[in-house]
């Protein structure tokens, strides 16, 4: 049984994954079966991932886009699942500059930059492919910010506010015992100038 299968076509690259993995598993084999697909292209593609026997985390979405970041014409567009996603993300691909307000009502996953003197309110979690130089508002206080990189920035979760200055890579943004927390969410190991990375948390 193939357990991931990739449909490259001229406007698509679609990924079906027809077995339950585990996380690093999965991950490895989409990257090792990327590797022998001609994905680099002057046009751009949608990338549609099909899962059938799994259910599928936010964590794991954020790592399959972690693997396409790098690939400008490719996006991923659609997940088609028979279960369940364990949290509806909304995806948003942009900077918000300064001037603009962002207002979500759900998990939002952001690739871009949320620049200084802008400002997203969100209603779930947020994940942030890119930089947070400006004013995040995170609505319930249960829900964490996953970024890759801060600093110059004004966080609010759930009430409770904090000011991050300092620059500061890979970090997990969260409440407890009614004050703000961070912690690096990704291990990252070098291997010939590149780091291969992991979610954890």
Same mark, same amino acid.
């Given at each position: 049984?193939?357990?991931?299968?990739?449909?490259?076509?001229?406007?698509?690259?679609?990924?079906?994954?027809?077995?339950?993995?585990?996380?690093?598993?999965? /991950?490895? @084999?989409?990257?090792?079966? /990327?590797?022998?697909?001609?994905?680099?292209?002057?046009?751009?593609?949608?990338?549609? @991932? $099909?899962?059938?026997?799994?259910?599928?985390?936010?964590?794991?979405?954020?790592?399959?886009?972690?693997?396409? $970041?790098?690939?400008?014409?490719?996006?991923?567009?659609?997940?088609?699942?028979?279960?369940?996603?364990?949290?509806?993300?909304?995806?948003?691909?942009?900077?918000?500059?300064?001037? !603009?307000?962002?207002?979500?009502?759900?998990?939002?996953?952001?690739?871009? *930059?949320?620049?200084?003197?802008?400002?997203?309110?969100?209603?779930?979690?947020? #994940?942030?492919?890119?930089?947070?130089?400006?004013?995040? !508002?995170?609505? *319930?206080?249960?829900?964490?910010?996953?970024? $890759?990189?801060?600093? *110059?920035? /004004?966080?609010?979760?759930?009430?409770?506010?904090?000011?991050?200055?300092?620059?500061?890579?890979?970090?997990?943004?969260? @409440?407890?015992?009614?004050?703000?927390?961070?912690?690096?969410?990704?291990?990252? !190991?070098?291997?010939?100038?590149?780091?291969?990375?992991? #979610?954890?948390?």
């Amino acid at each position: 049984m193939e357990y991931i299968k990739i449909v490259n076509s001229d406007d698509k690259l679609k990924i079906i994954l027809n077995e339950k993995l585990d996380n690093i598993e999965c /991950l490895r @084999l989409i990257k090792e079966r /990327l590797e022998k697909v001609f994905v680099y292209s002057n046009k751009r593609k949608e990338v549609i @991932l $099909e899962v059938f026997s799994r259910n599928f985390t936010s964590k794991e979405v954020l790592q399959l886009f972690d693997i396409f $970041e790098t690939l400008d014409n490719y996006l991923i567009s659609k997940i088609i699942s028979r279960k369940k996603i364990k949290e509806e993300i909304a995806i948003i691909k942009g900077n918000i500059r300064n001037g !603009e307000v962002g207002i979500y009502d759900k998990s939002i996953l952001f690739i871009g *930059n949320i620049n200084r003197g802008s400002k997203i309110i969100c209603a779930g979690n947020l #994940y942030v492919l890119g930089k947070i130089n400006g004013e995040i !508002e995170i609505i *319930n206080s249960e829900r964490k910010i996953y970024c $890759e990189e801060i600093s *110059n920035a /004004l966080v609010k979760i759930g009430g409770v506010y904090q000011i991050y200055t300092d620059n500061l890579y890979d970090q997990m943004i969260y @409440l407890e015992n009614n004050k703000m927390k961070n912690i690096e969410y990704r291990i990252g !190991e070098k291997n010939n100038g590149k780091s291969d990375s992991c #979610y954890i948390g």
